[in-house]
């Protein structure tokens, strides 16, 4: 599958798990709850992968972690809080520059209307 097709799937699932669900969890209940319904449709699904840095010629194995990894193409950055900010974007975009991908899905969950908190993010630096 393509980076679209799978980010199809994932924001099908996310208005699924949001309707049966409801805002105001938790977004480690929903990156639990996500990564069970997605593998359920029969994805591979990563929880917290470790997003390496290279420095200086080393690889540091510390402080990022992608909340979900889908079909080792897709990364997918779980939010519930009261608005997202611009480094929440940021974040994402961070990620997928570091782990060479293209496609990124930024979800805040505690939003009244799912729809209105899932926002598209594309690494532009990889063709």
């Known amino acids: 599958m393509t980076e679209n097709e799978i980010a199809t799937v994932v924001v099908d699932t996310s208005l699924k798990v949001h309707r049966?669900?409801?805002p105001g969890l938790l977004e480690s209940?929903?990156?639990v709850v996500m990564a069970r319904?997605?593998?359920k449709r029969g994805l591979h699904v990563e929880r917290q992968v470790m997003v390496p840095i290279l420095w200086d010629d080393e690889t540091i194995d510390e402080?990022?972690?992608a909340d979900l990894i889908v079909g080792e193409k897709l990364i997918i950055e779980l939010k519930s809080v009261e608005r997202l900010a611009r480094v929440h974007v940021r974040q994402l975009l961070t990620y997928l520059r570091l782990t060479d991908r293209k496609l990124g899905l930024l979800m805040n969950f505690n939003e009244v209307l799912i729809k209105d908190g899932i926002?598209?993010?594309?690494?532009?630096l990889k063709e």
């Open 29 to 31: 209940a929903y990156e």
């Open 63 to 65: 402080g990022f972690r």
């Open 119 to 124: 926002h598209r993010v594309v690494n532009g």
């Open 37 to 39: 319904a997605l593998r």
């Open 20 to 22: 049966a669900l409801g």
